[in-house]
């Protein structure tokens, strides 16, 4: 079992940033794919970013965050971070941490947001 809880959200301007933080605790072994998904009211949910397991930094980006968005992870804390900067109205959505042990591909990750474990979410709010 793994638990996480999220934190960092909040209401920006566009072109500000944020940065999400996700705890994880439980099941915090090497073999843990951790990622964002996000989704918006009305709307399907949407792979955001994902990171590889630990010993790894491959990263996966949905097209429509990268150079925007950077996802990383402190291994020593347990901890999963999403900077997003240059955000934009379209951006507004529920922020959830997400975890997996499945081990597929990070680009199938980002692809499908299917993952085993998530936490609560956290909103993030972009006005024009």
């Known amino acids: 079992q793994v638990e996480l809880v999220e934190s960092g959200g909040g209401s920006v301007q566009a072109g500000g940033s944020l940065r999400l933080s996700c705890v994880a605790s439980?099941?915090?072994?090497?073999?843990?794919?951790m990622g964002w998904f996000r989704q918006a009211v009305g709307k399907e949910r949407e792979g955001v970013a994902t990171?590889?397991?630990?010993?790894?930094?491959?990263?996966s980006y949905a097209d429509s965050v990268k150079g925007r968005f950077t996802i990383s992870k402190d291994n020593a804390k347990n901890t999963l971070y999403l900077q997003m900067n240059s955000l934009k109205p379209e951006d507004t959505a529920m922020y959830y941490c997400?975890?997996?042990?499945?081990?597929?591909?990070?680009?199938?990750?980002?692809?499908?947001?299917?993952?085993?474990?998530r936490g609560q979410g956290t909103q993030v709010t972009v006005s024009s």
């Open positions: 997400a975890a997996d042990r499945r081990g597929y591909n990070v680009d199938w990750y980002v692809r499908s947001a299917d993952f085993d474990y």
């Open positions: 439980g099941y915090t072994g090497r073999r843990l794919w």
């Open positions: 990171i590889g397991p630990d010993g790894t930094t491959i990263t």
